[in-house]
Every structure is written in structure tokens, then in C-alpha cells.
């Protein structure tokens, strides 16, 4: 049985315009589909537990994947576990064994990956979640004009503070001295806002979308795909180390499954947001707009996703997030392994 086709192709998009080339091969991967699943299912061993947040739109390939059989497809059998807690805790439960693997927002794993925790990354899945909206009547309409306001976001740890404190230091701003940076629960961000407590807000889709759908006032100043982050991936998989290391083809498999189910969601947004619906109180229509600003046929692998990796490295290290004995080169070395090879 094939997976099911979007009932309607959302308008072009930056996504699927960067995405051209890729859609060719998705659509025929789709195709052959249910042939893979039936021999696959006889072969199908020990379960593998891969943790996600439930919560998130941008991780839609997850369930993509699982109902749509390319986890099957590729051999390999995957329990899904909603996680929410703590980026440590989340690396250590996959580090131990708990878990056997996880997807999450590279702005939150470098920092905790610096630290030692044996997980390898193996793949990639989308561009793009992350955004920076500013108060068009404190005129914060452009980076620039963010010196001397604050910031509201809903974790001091969080992408959002991690990724816009870089820009700004790109952008000839002190991230620790001409913004200051206000924390408040996520779905109080929006009130803070319109009561002057804060003048911008860096968070995630869909919860940033769904503030500036109450507050008009509130206008996008830049995401992480401004600029030279245009083609950098946000998202990645992550993978035990000993597994990497004991079992490349399951690896290498699990890694291939989120991959093509990524693919399947860039060119299938609605049916994508219509999965995904059932895990999310969010209106349906209002994933499918998210879903549009994101770059989910944007996933490197092997070389290029280690520079990428490395790339990022230099970021944290250039505002004082990584140590300063950290060699970015050496550390992407470290945690990303190439199980496509």
C-alpha cells in the first residue's frame, strides 16, 4: 500500500524551490514503497526506540516515517517515545541505552554533545524552526535595532537565545551587553510583549506563529536561515555510540528512513500537517503554514554535514559558549558519523 498522496501541493515555497532536485527521487521512493514494506516486515528484529518531542511541527518526519512505513521500508522496527525533558537528559538516556536514538534542534545539542555524552550524528532533517519577531512600535523592525532592548524567550538554554546571540555578534551586537535577554514561559511570551516587558521574541514554530497571529504588533526580524544559514540544517538524528559503532546498518538504515520521510514531507506539507494534527492541539491549516517556511529537503549527510557541524562549533565558540580549548574541526570529527558511506 502506498503512502497517501497530498489531497492539494501547498504554492511554491524557498523549501520546495531549493528542493527541486530531490523531488524526482521521493516521489519514487513513494512509489516502490509498499513493495519494500511487505519484505521488509519478515525481517524485522529488536525494536529500536527513538525519543522525540511530540510537540514539535518541525519533527513531523518522525511520525511520517512510522506510519508511513519507512521504517519498515529500510529493515528496522522503531518504538517512538515523546520526550520532553532536558537536552542533557535526553543525550544521556540515548548515550546509556535507554534509548537508542533521538531528533532534536542542533542549537541544543552542541553544547551538551561538548561535554562527552557518546552520541554520534549520524543525518539530518530539515532547515528552519527557529525565529526572531520585534515590536514594530518599540521599531524593532531589523537586528540593528535591537541594541539596548530585551529579548523575551522561554529558555535562557534554549535555540532561540543560542542561535540569535550569534547573529548578533555577526551582526556587530554584543549578545551579553546591548540586548539583554528575559526568560518567561512560552505561551506568556506574547503578553510580554504587549505590556513593553520585552521588545522582541526568539523562539520556535509553531508557538512564535501562533503569537504574532494575537499580536499584530509583532513583525519576523530574522530566522536561522538569514543570510549565509540559508542552507544549514537545524535538526539532526542522533544515534547511540555503540550502535553506531557494533550495528553501521541499522544505523545507516534508521538514518535513511528519516531522511526519505523528510523528503516525503517537503513535498507533501499538507497530508504532513494532517499526520501530524493528531499529536498537536494546533489548528491543522496553522501547521501547514509553519510547515511552508521550513527546508525539509535540506539534510546533509557525511562531509557536508560535518561541516556543518563545524561550522556551528565556531559559532559557539565565537560568543563563548564552547570552551576555548574546543578545536571545532576535532569536535565535529568527534560527533558526526558517516553511516552512509
Given amino acids: 500500500m502506498n503512502p497517501p498522496a497530498a489531497p492539494e501541493r501547498a504554492p511554491l515555497t524557498r523549501r520546495q524551490l531549493l528542493g527541486g532536485a530531490g523531488a524526482a527521487a521521493v516521489v519514487a521512493a513513494s512509489a516502490g514503497l509498499g513493495a519494500h514494506r511487505v519484505a521488509a516486515a519478515q525481517s524485522l528484529g529488536k525494536p529500536l526506540t527513538l525519543a522525540w518531542n511530540a510537540n514539535a511541527i518541525c519533527l513531523v518526519p518522525v511520525p511520517v516515517a512510522d506510519q508511513l512505513g519507512f521504517f519498515r521500508k529500510h529493515g528496522v522496527k522503531v518504538e517512538l517515545t515523546n520526550f520532553s525533558g532536558s537536552t542533557d537528559a535526553l543525550l544521556e538516556s540515548i548515550a546509556t541505552g535507554k534509548a537508542d536514538a533521538g531528533v532534536g534542534m542542533v542549537h541544543r545539542w552542541l553544547k551538551a554533545l561538548e561535554q562527552g555524552f557518546d552520541v554520534k550524528i549520524t543525518g539530518a532533517s530539515h532547515g528552519g524552526c527557529t525565529r526572531l519577531a520585534g515590536s514594530k512600535a518599540a521599531g524593532v523592525t531589523d537586528l540593528q535595532k535591537l541594541k539596548g532592548k530585551t529579548i523575551g524567550v522561554s529558555d535562557l538554554a534554549s535555540p532561540g537565545k543560542n542561535f540569535f546571540a550569534?547573529?548578533?555578534?555577526?551582526?556587530?551586537?554584543?549578545?551579553?551587553?546591548?540586548?539583554?535577554?528575559?526568560?518567561?514561559?512560552?505561551?506568556?511570551?506574547?503578553?510580554?510583549a504587549e505590556k513593553g516587558e520585552i521588545q522582541a521574541i526568539a523562539d520556535s514554530d509553531p508557538n512564535l506563529y501562533l503569537i504574532q497571529k494575537r499580536h499584530k504588533d509583532l513583525v519576523e526580524v530574522a530566522t536561522n536561515l538569514t543570510g549565509e544559514y540559508a542552507d544549514k540544517t537545524c535538526c539532526v538524528l542522533g544515534v547511540r555510540g555503540s550502535l553506531v559503532r557494533g550495528d553501521k546498518a541499522t544505523s545507516a538504515a534508521l538514518t535513511r528512513a528519516i531522511v526519505e520521510a523528510s523528503d516525503w514531507v517537503a513535498n507533501n506539507p499538507n497530508e504532513s500537517a494532517r499526520i501530524f494534527s493528531k499529536f498537536s492541539p494546533v489548528p491543522e491549516a496553522d501547521l501547514r503554514a509553519v510547515l511552508g517556511t521550513l527546508t525539509h529537503n535540506h539534510h546533509p549527510s557525511g562531509v557536508a554535514l560535518r561541516q556543518q557541524i563545524e561550522f556551528y562549533a565556531r559559532d559557539f565558540k565565537s560568543i563563548g559558549v564552547f570552551k576555548p580549548g574546543t578545536d571545532p574541526a576535532k569536535f565535529a570529527s568527534h560527533v558526526v558519523a558517516d553511516v552512509l558511506a
Fill in 166 to 192: 550569534i547573529l548578533l555578534s555577526k551582526h556587530g551586537l554584543d549578545p551579553n551587553k546591548d540586548v539583554q535577554w528575559r526568560q518567561y514561559p512560552a505561551d506568556l511570551l506574547g503578553l510580554a
